[in-house]
């Protein structure tokens, strides 16, 4: 029993640092949003948390991401989870959608105002090509990037981004802009790893689940 024990604590540990993009072949099949090629049918699961400095804990709520159909063309639709808390509120039950294209490796998503993982976001566009890396400082309350960052809303990458017990590996940043300098995303070519929103003390984020705890 104790080395089953100490076996599972490794195993967390091992998935809160694993890079995804190297650990599995997106396809349809395995029903995972692909950025660079949205299908209808594609599923990602999504568990919300909150953060600021030392304070961090999740929320219960499981958001889920599926990509849809319609006349033609492609949306992401966002909704939660059955057994999330914040179900409990009206917007909590409400449905999500909003259309998506591919573009020359990049996401371009206009229409987003009520999405809870890309609404803060200041550039219709998202670049899903490679990138230079940037440093990142994370203070108390706020992250902070290069000014010429902000300015020129560019793409870059960070090796690893540590946040509550998150460890996560080899990702895309793009920062919400000049006037959400403590808001991002964090992604690989492929998918969306982590949302995170911070305004002041109010905070919440949404990290992708585990390939292999992602089934509905």
């Known amino acids: 029993m104790k080395n089953f024990f100490l076996f599972f604590i490794g195993g967390m540990l091992l998935s809160s640092c694993i890079n995804y993009s190297d650990s599995y072949t997106l396809s349809p099949q395995r029903k995972r949003v692909d950025l660079l090629n949205p299908l209808p049918g594609q ?6 948390f909150r953060a600021c400095g030392s304070g961090f804990g999740l929320t219960g709520d499981t958001l889920i991401l599926e990509v849809e159909e ?13 057994t999330s808390p914040i179900r409990s509120f009206e917007f909590g039950r409400a449905f999500k959608e909003y259309p998506v294209y591919s573009e020359n490796k990049r996401l371009k998503f206009a229409s987003r105002e ?3 993982l890309f609404w803060f976001y200041q550039s219709d566009y998202l670049d899903l090509a490679p990138a230079q890396p940037i440093p990142i400082e994370i203070q108390e309350c706020s992250f902070d990037f290069p000014t010429q960052f902000y300015e020129k809303q560019q793409i870059g990458s960070v090796e ?3 946040i509550g017990f998150y460890l996560l ?16 995303l964090l992604y690989s070519q492929r998918e969306l790893t ?18 292999g705890m992602d089934r509905l």
């Open 43 to 48: 599923i990602s699961r999504y568990e919300m």
């Open 70 to 82: 319609k006349e033609g063309v492609i949306y992401f639709k966002e909704r939660f989870s059955q």
């Open 114 to 116: 009520d999405s809870f």
């Open 160 to 162: 690893q981004f540590r």
């Open 169 to 184: 590996l080899d990702n895309l940043i793009a920062v919400g802009g000049p006037q959400e300098r403590s808001s991002f």
């Open 194 to 211: 982590m949302s995170f929103y911070l305004k002041i003390s109010f905070s919440r984020g949404f990290r992708l689940i585990h390939p």
